[in-house]
């Protein structure tokens, strides 16, 4: 059922681009909008992390020739680019102010496609890019785990490789049914209430979010689900006070990768005296996102990513799980290279 399922988003993918497999396509991005690209685009800059981690999964390494000046998570952790990218320290860098790309430094890499993040079709950037450069511009924007799979989709298309992005697609399916597999059969009983922590620590992901699909999947229940505050329970990454959070009593509290806060600080630091009433501060129950180079959910590492949640979660479920196996099993299916060795299998 599974391969057929695939075979059939595959088929329904292809047909929803408006012309072959090569050449000049029209396709939708994240916000919906129709952008016409060369299918397979030989110059392209990404702007984001994540989907370039997509990219490389389906496409030429060759055809990108620039990215985002903001390598912080290449900086400080390992990094597999340089392994299945060769020419990946040369490539040129497009620079950042605030939040606004510079233009001039985008232009000099003469792009045929420029991929960002976006979270509406007024982004500045987006607009900008388009009308002063006239390239055209893929958005991107998780708002479920069904966005990441569509992303493979999107790469495929940029790159002509439907083929292997099915291929991506079906690896990802089958890790996350070492998860799903087991945390489809937790009763609602058991599954805890969970605040997921962004970096700004009040904020937090609704339930129509791609963090939620990963909760739920990982046998948990967002605490946003019982917010009184629909618009914030729906928002994409709503902020709440410390009162609501308290009385939403979540039992475990998930921390996105912080530079500055660790579990540890939650749960006996001077800062979080108003926590201690919360379930999840009195049982111990706050974790980490330990390496978002390696659990990234919105990437084709999200299989990873789920099961370090469930793992979580649901320790005694998952105890016989040997994590490091199943993250090098997936290094070598995904892009043929060994983790953490980086050797090429």
């Known amino acids: ?23 000049e396509v029209t396709i939708k991005d994240d916000l919906g909008r129709d952008v016409t690209i060369n299918s397979p685009s030989e110059r392209v800059v990404f702007m984001m992390e994540n989907a370039l981690k997509t990219y490389y999964a389906v496409g030429d390494p060759e055809n990108i020739v620039a990215l985002k ?20 320290e040369k490539k040129l860098t497009v620079s950042v102010s605030g939040d606004r790309v510079d233009l001039e430094s985008l232009a000099r890499a003469n792009p045929d496609l420029v991929v960002l993040w976006a979270t509406t079709p007024d982004d500045a950037n987006l607009k900008a890019i388009e009308e ?41 399916h089958d890790y996350m049914n ?30 129509n979010s791609g963090i939620n699909d990963l909760i739920e999947l990982a046998g948990g229940v967002n605490v946003m689900k019982f917010a009184e505050n629909e618009t914030a329970m729906t928002m994409e990454h709503p902020v709440v006070n410390l009162e609501t ?17 660790d579990p540890e600080d939650i749960l006996t630091g001077d800062d979080f005296n108003g ?23 919105f990437s084709p590492r999200m299989p990873l990513a789920l099961l370090h949640v469930a793992v979580d979660l649901h320790p005694d479920r998952f105890k016989d799980v040997d994590m490091d196996k199943i993250i090098d099993d997936f290094h070598v299916d995904m892009w043929g290279v060994h983790y953490p060795s980086m050797e090429k299998a």
């Open 132 to 172: 002063t450069l006239g390239v055209p511009v893929f958005a991107i924007f998780v708002r479920s785990v069904d966005d990441v799979l569509h992303q493979v989709d999107t790469m495929g298309t940029i790159s002509d490789r439907m083929e292997r992005a099915a291929e991506v697609k079906e690896i990802m």
């Open 178 to 207: 070492t998860t799903t597999n087991v945390t489809s059969n937790i009763p609602e009983s058991e599954r805890p209430k969970v605040y997921w922590m962004w970096t700004d620590v009040l904020g937090t992901a609704g339930v």
């Open 245 to 261: 959070l308290i009385k939403l009593n979540p039992d475990v509290i998930y921390m996105w990768y912080n530079e500055n806060l």
């Open 1 to 23: 059922m599974h391969k057929i399922s695939v075979v059939a988003a595959f088929v329904c993918f292809v047909l929803a681009v408006s012309a072959g497999c090569c050449g």
């Open 275 to 297: 926590w201690k009433d919360i379930n999840a501060v009195k049982n111990g129950r706050v974790y980490e996102i330990r390496n978002p180079y390696l659990f990234d959910a």
């Open 69 to 88: 000046d903001d390598r912080w998570m290449r900086k400080l952790l390992d990094d597999i680019f340089p392994v299945i990218d060769p020419d990946f």
